[in-house]
């Protein structure tokens, strides 16, 4: 030991400054832009609504019958729509 030196310690003192203060996320950047995760989750929520919706639409009896009665009247407004076509044709 008498042969061996003691390492040398080179350090310097850091004032540590307070840390930003914390903004939320408004989803769009300064300039007023919305922010591609701002856009992002809009879409997913879009896109989660308009499936749950149409999950719970299938599931609710009421709901069918709507759809039946919307179909319904669907057909006959292009069987309406062929007969006045068949009538300008002449071929009534």
Do not use: C, K, W
Request: hydrophobic share 35%.
């Amino acid at each position: 030991m008498s042969g061996e030196r003691e390492p040398v310690i080179d350090a310097e003192i850091v004032a540590y400054e307070e840390p930003p203060p914390v903004v939320p996320s408004t989803g769009y950047t300064e300039d007023g832009v919305p922010t591609f995760e701002h856009v992002r989750d809009r879409i997913e929520n879009r896109v989660a609504t308009s499936t749950g919706s149409a999950e719970l639409a299938d599931a609710i009896p009421e709901a069918q019958a709507v759809e039946d009665r919307f179909e319904a009247r669907r057909q006959a407004g292009l069987d309406r729509l062929e007969e006045i076509r068949r009538s300008m044709r002449g071929d009534a």
